[in-house]
């Protein structure tokens, strides 16, 4: 796009500073064109000199926050490179995530941890496949308030070992009944996946994608 401006001088250079760069005016092109104009102006009929102080500390303050965008986004590149190398160094360990669900582990173990806000007569944990069999119940006895671990090789009764995920069924009887538990699960870190829009990276499990603030603790 070209503007005239009725001075012939003053036009011709803006025409030639729009056709090598029609988008985006820097700040040379920007001086260029003042020089021209105080050169050419009308000496009767001076430009206002406060509007061009006022203009030439606008262009630097956007050419300022310019430069800055690009430092941050470049500062933003490092970390995101950073975080993933971090990240990358827990492939292969398992972690534990809060879910209802548990994944075998690299031997085949199936293991895990429940928490309950008060003390419980007896504890029941049970695995459930797909289909919805229990495959596995342990008896856990009484536990205090807080949380402690479960584990099972993976193994049936027959030496068969169990494959794929998992449901976890926690029955936890108190004085005054049933309790509530919540439980957690390790799970392999297969890999890590980071998105190239920049957003945080994402740890590769057999339970999905976890962001690594969820994970509770490394194996």
């Not at 993976?154 to 005054?176: C, R």
């Not at 390790?186 to 890590?192: E, H, R």
Request: glycine share 8%; net charge negative; charged share 15%.
């Amino acid at each position: 796009m070209s503007t005239i401006t009725g001075n012939s001088a003053l036009d011709a250079l803006t025409t030639t500073t729009n056709t090598a760069k029609s988008s985006t005016l820097d700040q040379e092109a920007f001086l260029k064109l003042m020089t021209t104009q105080l050169k050419t102006q009308d000496p009767f009929n001076p430009v206002d000199n406060t509007q061009m102080v006022a203009q030439m500390a606008q262009f630097s303050s956007v050419a300022g926050i310019s430069e800055m965008n690009q430092s941050l986004k470049g500062i933003a590149e490092t970390l995101t490179a950073s975080r993933v190398g971090d990240t990358a160094s827990w492939i292969g360990h398992p972690a534990l995530v809060a879910s209802d669900s548990a994944p075998p582990l690299a031997d085949g173990s199936y293991a895990g941890e429940i928490a309950i806000a008060e003390p419980a007569n007896n504890v029941t944990v049970s695995l459930v496949d797909a289909n919805g069999q229990v495959v596995h119940t342990e008896a856990l006895g009484a536990k205090a308030a807080g949380n402690f671990a479960f584990k099972w090789d993976g193994k049936a009764a027959d030496g068969t070992p169990t494959t794929g995920t998992l449901q976890i069924v926690v029955n936890a009887e108190g004085s005054a009944g049933k309790i509530e538990a919540a439980t957690a699960a390790w799970t392999p870190i297969t890999g890590v996946q980071s998105p190239a829009s920049g957003s945080a990276a994402s740890l590769v499990t057999p339970l999905g994608l976890i962001a690594p603030e969820e994970a509770i603790r490394l194996g």
